[in-house]
């Protein structure tokens, strides 16, 4: 077990098994008790509810995945089990819940579905997780693939022309495709050749939306300066800062987002703001601007990752980040930008 800050990564099974049995000894009332017994260097839960006595094998898993779901509650020939990992991503134990499929984590999640009882308990925090082994889907760099098949909802991909797209190197695109087929985000057609490469293209687009959404946080990945301007025309102070982020070869050193973004792609609020994205470093001669702490209507954005400036789109003549990224850029930062971020995503042009 490898302790490192307060979280603690879960490295071994039988650690797994230990640190659980610390933690939960019995879970009773009136109506039901549930135990666990330690047999022949295994694990299980006795349960009785309702004058019925079951056994819950426990089957330690160091990492969770949705090949989980595969199986079978209940069918005759299997044995009952509890599925127990350090933890559980929420929208995969969602899915558990509905399938039936008893479950714990380290963090406080058990849900335990038998006959005569059925018991959920949420975590309490989020102190364990898991081994790294296999890529984290939504780190600033392997982002930038699902970004793309995001972007892109309803393409199909070759590995090079993610490799190409994404500026990843191929083994790292290898990697996060193969973890994106396991856990039945994308899937793969054909096996191939030399004559006829194997596409990719998205199985679950609001699911794995979903998942980054729970992952991603505003402010650590951006340093934001903002202004205010007097102005009540948002559309000339965006062109205005467009202008002045354009470089001598024509190009616009900049990446409009949030709540002007939206309103070009799927106009829902009215609120004022201007928001783009600069590169680090970036001074403007910002003369119809004065600096502010909060309550500005310029926000220049420093990203702290390139992904950002890729999978942008055009629009009226302003390049504006991909869909998704001004999706996610909205949920956090109120000031009605969740309510325009979901109207967005349920509009039937989102990342098309």
Known sequence: ????????????????????????????????????????????????????????????????????????????????????????????????????????????????????????????????????????????????????????????????????????SRGLVSRVLNELIEEEYVVREGTGTRKSAASYHLAAFERLLDAWKAVDQWWPRAQVRQYSVLTGDVGELAADVRELLRGKDGRVAGVFTQWFAARLRHPYTDYAVVSVYVRPGTELDLKFARPVSNGGNLWLIEPTDDGVWRETQDVDGFALASDVQIYLDLLQVGQRGPDQAEALRNWEGFAR
């Not at 694990?43 to 990492?63: D, G, S, V």
């Not at 309490?124 to 600033?140: I, K, M, T």
Request: glycine fraction near 6%; charged fraction near 25%; charge should be positive.
């Open 1 to 168: 077990m490898n302790n490192s800050g307060k979280i603690i990564a879960v490295e071994d099974a039988g650690k797994l098994l230990e640190l659980f049995s610390q933690s939960f000894a019995v879970e009773e009332s009136s109506d039901f008790s549930v135990r666990l017994a330690v047999v022949a260097g295994a694990a299980e839960l006795r349960i009785e509810a309702q004058n019925q006595k079951t056994i819950l094998l426990i089957r330690p898993l160091l990492h969770a995945s949705r090949q989980w779901l595969k199986s079978e509650p209940g069918k005759p020939s299997a044995p009952l089990e509890l599925i127990l990992s350090p933890h559980i991503p929420e929208l995969l134990a969602t899915d558990l819940r509905q399938r039936g499929l008893s479950h714990a984590d380290l963090n406080g999640r058990l849900f335990i579905k038998v006959p005569g009882l059925l018991l959920d308990r949420a975590p309490r925090g989020g102190r364990y997780r898991s081994p790294v082994s296999a890529p984290d889907l939504f780190s600033a760099k392997t982002s930038r693939l699902v970004r793309a098949l995001l972007a892109h909802r309803d393409r199909r991909w070759t590995q090079e022309e993610l490799t190409e797209r994404t500026g990843l």
